[in-house]
Nanobody
Framework: QVQLVESGGGLVQAGGSLRLACAAS????????MGWFRQVPGKERQFVAA????????YYADSVKGRFTISRDNAKNTVYLQMNSLKPEDTAVYYC????????????????????WGQGTQVTVSS
């Protein structure tokens, strides 16, 4: 069982930056691939970024590529999402997700790939 708690959301002006963090419980964090998703009211939850359990492989949605960076610190049981050059269309509730990964280099980008979710953190970008 993995419990995930996101933090770092807030209100920022367009062009600004935020860093989200997701702290995981348990001693086997390094066995889990991690992902970030986001959701706006009335729409489906969408993939943002993913990272392998080793941290050596990452993958991004086209809409955030070059602006967002996912990273992890396995010693701190934490995954991060650095968001730069934020746009109003980045406004959403951001969720982190985890799944056990047998292969250290694998990452996952589908909702159905993940079986553990955090409660979400609101990010609002004003124009």
């Amino acid at each position: 069982q993995v419990q995930l708690v996101e933090s770092g959301g807030g209100l920022v002006q367009a062009g600004g930056s935020l860093r989200l963090a997701c702290a995981a419980s348990g001693r086997t964090f390094s066995s889990y691939a991690m992902g970030w998703f986001r959701q706006v009211p009335g729409k489906e939850r969408q993939f943002v970024a993913a990272i392998s359990r080793s941290g050596g492989s990452t993958y991004y949605a086209d809409s955030v590529k070059g602006r967002f960076t996912i990273s992890r610190d396995n010693a701190k049981n934490t995954v991060y999402l650095q968001m730069n050059s934020l746009k109003p269309e980045d406004t959403a509730v951001y969720y982190c997700a985890a799944r056990f990964a047998y292969v250290s280099s694998m990452y996952y980008s589908s909702l159905s790939d993940y079986n553990y979710w955090g409660q979400g953190t609101q990010v609002t970008v004003s124009s």
